[in-house]
């Protein structure tokens, strides 16, 4: 079928290119604008508590809000503020009161209860149209209220600065700007450098990135949002910079598999678009069988019972497919429209492979030794799962994803200095009558007394809010710890528990708050990795067994790239938490590293298990066979392996926390997905297995010209002897 595909290719190179080219302007320039979602609650499911409690307060509760921005005054010297400083604060809110800015639905003076103990501290609560949550329109009245109040406090001894929610959104989106600039134009740096090198040739380094971001980039992000739009997905501010190295990092994997084997085709003889065919006849399977792996992967995030995954994967679904389809059509007509040389320019000894290459060296030790390499490589796997089991999984995805000098930032780090921890994000409990009557406002205080008494609870309000039909209360409790600290997550699962327990009869209690709204994350992501992670693998494994036709082989490329995710895992819970010290590394990240490294790691597998079955096939022993795989596709896995880390490892770049730990894990799990799985361990266990391998299939032996990895015609029509590749 590929060499089919190959050879209509190469015949119709022009027109194909062409087509692409029509393709995506047209589905770039016709797709709808997507605004990101950064609204943790609005990833969570109805039937979770908090935000059952949201929808209590929504309706018992309308003229009430939760401050989706806080201002904050203080003194410019940092001492307790003066009459004359109340009086400037009085002065200012109203001027913004007065200036009617678009959205803004209230501003809340200054009053003693937003004041903290020291007098240093000052807020102003300030509610914004809630319908603005899921548009650009909710950062940017954040960035009006802060100018406008900056300009108000003009020429007072008092400083003004804006947080809450609002103003998180906006500067996680102009961090997230700069962190994309930085990820993109360091990825891109770094490909056309490295492939480059790799070549020896200026156009080779660059092939990669024009086809994946000027082709395959706007082409996914126009399909992406088609389907967001489609089918009511979220989108979450991270997918525009995984997206970028998903699309070139992939994109660049598969150009290799095909450029490498397209200069070994012309070093056996073949003419150029000859060479292109057989080049895509040959690697169009493993390439098309490792995208199917990433993305049945990435698809099944959408049994995810988080928004924020429901709308990540299907995206790099989507991205994948394309970025794929295009290394099987738009590459190949590329290279079959520019001579060789020019393509290799300006090295010039690209057809001659060179004696005694490192790869044959390493091929020969796993041919020589399989038993000794599958268990150094297996050994390092397994020493590294060993700090998985210290993983602390924390849950400040706004804080993690911000530098810390950004002025929600230091808004947040004052609320927790001058008032209490959890004053910033307060939980609340609505008690509500459940037989239509109204509250017995007696039994209050004997509830609240059992609230307050909850280890980890700074303070319950003794009275409540009552709604106006009398049938539901609301009781603010503060924590003593960060809304998004594990302490503060745990606090809330046992104030649930008492509050559930302690509610007088005929009444209900929902829990509900930012901190509740963690704790349910944390229930869903529990949800997640019982159903998605397995539902991926056996997907992944389902893949696999169709491409090799064996019901062995997949179970242990399975178990390999499953020590790779448990190895990421330790090795980066190793560095964070033990060696930097960090209290935990964020909740996503393991299924993150399941995802990138379990499919990306699948890939490499797939590349050189399809090697080997391919030596097999022309009548070498299984470790002949593992030695010619190593031989010739390690260069391959080496150079995808290491461009693809390279890329992933930008993030590092980015500034911020999470960006720091998902860029290691990914690098690191990669370089082992490469250098250690693909390289090592799967060929020493192919070669020691032996033809059982390929059990119930025939994947050892010669003779199957009609199947995808048999044996191709030559530069003349003629079959090739065996060894010629």
Same mark, same amino acid.
Request: net charge neutral; hydrophobic share 50%; charged share 15%.
């Given at each position: 079928m590929f060499h089919r595909l190959g050879?209509?290719?190469?015949?119709?190179?022009?027109?194909?290119?062409?087509?692409?080219?029509?393709?995506?302007?047209?589905?770039?320039?016709?797709?709808?604008?997507?605004?990101?979602?950064?609204?943790?609650?609005?990833?969570?499911?109805?039937?979770?508590?908090?935000?059952?409690?949201?929808?209590?307060?929504?309706?018992?509760?309308?003229?009430?809000?939760?401050?989706?921005?806080?201002?904050?005054?203080?003194?410019?010297?940092?001492?307790?503020?003066?009459?004359? $400083?109340?009086?400037?604060?009085?002065?200012?809110?109203?001027?913004?009161?007065?200036?009617?800015?678009?959205?803004?639905?209230?501003?809340?003076?200054?009053?003693?209860?937003?004041?903290?103990?020291?007098?240093?501290?000052?807020?102003?609560?300030?509610?914004?149209?809630?319908?603005?949550?899921?548009?650009?329109?909710?950062?940017?009245?954040?960035?009006?209220?802060?100018?406008?109040?900056?300009?108000?406090?003009?020429?007072?001894?008092?400083?003004?600065?804006?947080?809450?929610?609002?103003?998180?959104?906006?500067?996680?989106?102009?961090?997230?700007?700069?962190?994309?600039?930085?990820?993109?134009?360091?990825?891109?740096?770094?490909?056309?450098?490295?492939?480059?090198?790799?070549?020896?040739?200026?156009?080779?380094?660059?092939?990669?990135?024009?086809?994946?971001?000027?082709?395959?980039?706007?082409?996914?992000?126009?399909?992406?949002?088609?389907?967001?739009?489609?089918?009511?997905?979220?989108?979450?501010?991270?997918?525009?910079?995984?997206?970028?190295?998903?699309?070139?990092?992939?994109?660049?994997?598969?150009?290799?598999?095909?450029?490498?084997?397209?200069?070994?085709?012309? #070093?056996?003889?073949?003419?150029?678009?000859?060479?292109?065919?057989?080049?895509?006849?040959?690697?169009?399977?493993?390439?098309?069988?490792?995208?199917?792996?990433?993305?049945?992967?990435?698809? *099944?995030?959408?049994?995810?019972?988080?928004?924020?995954?429901?709308?990540?994967?299907?995206?790099? *679904?989507?991205?994948?497919?394309?970025?794929?389809?295009?290394?099987?059509?738009?590459?190949?007509?590329?290279?079959?429209?520019?001579?060789?040389?020019?393509?290799?320019?300006?090295?010039?000894?690209?057809?001659?492979?060179?004696?005694?290459?490192?790869?044959?060296?390493?091929?020969?030790?796993?041919?020589? #030794?399989?038993?000794?390499v599958a268990i150094a490589s297996g050994?390092?796997?397994?020493?590294?799962?060993?700090?998985?089991?210290?993983?602390?999984?924390?849950?400040?995805?706004?804080?993690?994803?911000?530098?810390?000098?950004?002025?929600?930032?230091?808004?947040?780090?004052?609320?927790?200095?001058?008032?209490?921890?959890?004053?910033? $994000?307060?939980?609340?409990?609505?008690?509500?009558?459940?037989?239509?009557?109204?509250?017995?406002?007696?039994?209050?205080?004997?509830?609240?007394?059992?609230?307050?008494?909850?280890?980890?609870?700074?303070?319950?309000?003794?009275?409540?809010?009552?709604?106006?039909?009398?049938?539901?209360?609301?009781?603010?409790?503060?924590?003593?710890?960060?809304?998004?600290?594990?302490?503060?997550?745990?606090?809330?699962?046992e104030l649930r528990e008492v509050a559930?327990?302690?509610?007088?009869?005929?009444?209900?209690?929902?829990?509900?708050?930012?901190?509740?709204?963690?704790?349910?994350?944390?229930?869903?992501?529990?949800?997640?990795?019982?159903?998605?992670?397995?539902?991926?693998?056996?997907?992944?494994?389902?893949?696999?067994?169709?491409?090799?036709?064996?019901?062995?082989?997949?179970?242990?490329?399975?178990?390999?790239?499953?020590?790779?995710?448990?190895?990421?895992?330790?090795?980066?819970?190793?560095?964070?938490?033990?060696?930097?010290?960090?209290?935990?590394?964020?909740?996503?990240?393991?299924?993150?590293?399941?995802?990138?490294?379990?499919?990306?790691?699948?890939?490499?597998?797939?590349?050189?298990?399809?090697?080997?079955?391919?030596?097999?096939?022309?009548?070498?022993?299984?470790?002949?066979?593992?030695?010619?795989?190593?031989?010739?596709?390690?260069?391959?896995?080496?150079?995808?392996?290491?461009?693809?880390?390279?890329?992933?490892?930008?993030?590092?770049?980015?500034?911020?926390?999470?960006?720091?730990?998902?860029?290691?894990?990914?690098?690191?799990?990669?370089?082992?997905?490469?250098?250690?799985?693909?390289?090592?361990?799967?060929?020493?266990?192919?070669?020691?297995?032996? #033809?059982?391998?390929?059990?119930?299939?025939?994947?050892?032996?010669?003779?199957?010209?009609?199947?995808?990895?048999?044996?191709?015609?030559?530069?003349?029509?003629?079959?090739?002897?065996?060894?010629?590749?």
């Open positions: 050879h209509f290719v190469v015949r119709r190179a022009w027109w194909v290119i062409a087509a692409w080219v029509v393709a995506m302007i047209a589905i770039a320039a016709s797709a709808p604008k997507i605004a990101a979602q950064t609204d943790e609650a609005a990833f969570l499911p109805k039937h979770y508590e908090s935000i059952q409690a949201a929808q209590v307060q929504e309706k018992a509760f309308p003229a009430s809000f939760t401050p989706s921005a806080l201002a904050l005054f203080e003194r410019n010297d940092g001492a307790p503020m003066g009459d004359a $400083d109340k009086a400037a604060m009085t002065k200012i809110v109203q001027g913004l009161t007065d200036k009617k800015i678009e959205h803004v639905e209230k501003i809340i003076p200054v009053s003693e209860q937003t004041t903290s103990k020291d007098g240093k501290y000052a807020l102003a609560p300030i509610a914004i149209d809630k319908t603005t949550q899921q548009s650009d329109a909710f950062g940017e009245t954040a960035k009006h209220l802060r100018e406008e109040g900056k300009a108000l406090t003009s020429g007072t001894d008092l400083k003004f600065q804006l947080g809450g929610a609002a103003a998180q959104a906006l500067d996680q989106k102009e961090a997230s700007g700069a962190a994309d600039a930085i990820i993109a134009l360091s990825s891109v740096l770094l490909v056309a450098i490295i492939v480059g090198i790799i070549f020896r040739s200026i156009l080779a380094g660059l092939l990669p990135v024009l086809l994946s971001l000027v082709v395959a980039m706007p082409t996914s992000n126009g399909l992406i949002a088609y389907a967001t739009k489609a089918f009511d997905l979220e989108s979450t501010p991270i997918l525009s910079a995984i997206l970028i190295v998903v699309v070139l990092g992939v994109g660049t994997d598969y150009f290799l598999f095909l450029a490498f084997r397209y200069r070994e085709r012309l #070093r056996a003889g073949d003419d150029r678009k000859e060479a292109v065919a057989n080049a895509v006849g040959r690697v169009g399977e493993a390439i098309a069988s490792a995208a199917g792996a990433v993305t049945v992967a990435f698809a *099944a995030l959408i049994l995810s019972s988080l928004g924020m995954f429901k709308a990540l994967g299907p995206a790099l *679904a989507i991205a994948v497919v394309v970025t794929a389809f295009a290394s099987v059509t738009l590459a190949p007509a590329v290279l079959a429209v520019i001579p060789a040389r020019g393509v290799f320019w300006p090295g010039k000894k690209w057809m001659a492979e060179p004696a005694n290459a490192r790869f044959a060296a390493l091929g020969r030790m796993v041919q020589k #030794r399989p038993a000794l050994g390092v796997l397994v020493a590294l799962t060993a700090g998985a089991l210290g993983y602390n999984g924390t849950f400040d995805l706004a804080g993690s994803s911000m530098p810390k000098d950004k002025e929600s930032m230091v808004v947040q780090d004052r609320l927790v200095n001058g008032f209490s921890a959890g004053a910033a $994000d307060p939980t609340h409990v609505y008690l509500s009558a459940t037989g239509g009557g109204k509250l017995d406002e007696g039994k209050f205080d004997g509830f609240v007394a059992k609230l307050g008494a909850v280890p980890g609870v700074a303070s319950a309000a003794p009275k409540p809010q009552v709604s106006q039909d009398g049938a539901t209360a609301d009781f603010t409790v503060l924590l003593k710890n960060e809304p998004a600290s594990n302490d503060a997550i745990d606090t809330v699962t559930h327990a302690q509610a007088p009869a005929g009444t209900e209690a929902k829990v509900g708050g930012l901190t509740a709204i963690y704790k349910d994350i944390n229930l869903a992501m529990s949800h997640d990795y019982k159903l998605v992670f397995p539902v991926a693998g056996l997907l992944i494994l389902l893949i696999l067994g169709l491409q090799l036709r064996s019901v062995v082989a997949p179970w242990y490329l399975m178990a390999s790239v499953g020590l790779g995710f448990s190895a990421t895992l330790g090795s980066s819970t190793l560095l964070f938490q033990n060696i930097k010290g960090e209290h935990g590394m964020m909740f996503m990240l393991p299924i993150l590293i399941y995802l990138f490294v379990v499919a990306i790691g699948t890939d490499y597998n797939i590349l050189i298990i399809a090697r080997l079955r391919e030596e097999a096939r022309e009548g070498r022993n299984p470790r002949e066979a593992a030695r010619e795989a190593v031989r010739h596709g390690g260069p391959t896995v080496a150079a995808a392996g290491f461009i693809l880390a390279v890329s992933f490892a930008t993030f590092m770049l980015a500034g911020n926390i999470f960006m720091l730990e998902f860029g290691f894990a990914m690098a690191f799990g990669i370089f082992l997905a490469a250098f250690v799985m693909a390289m090592f361990f799967t060929p020493a266990l192919t070669a020691l297995i032996g #033809r059982a391998a390929w059990w119930p299939g025939h994947g050892d032996t010669g003779g199957h010209s009609s199947g995808p990895a048999a044996p191709l015609a030559g530069a003349h029509g003629m079959p090739e002897p065996a060894g010629r590749h």
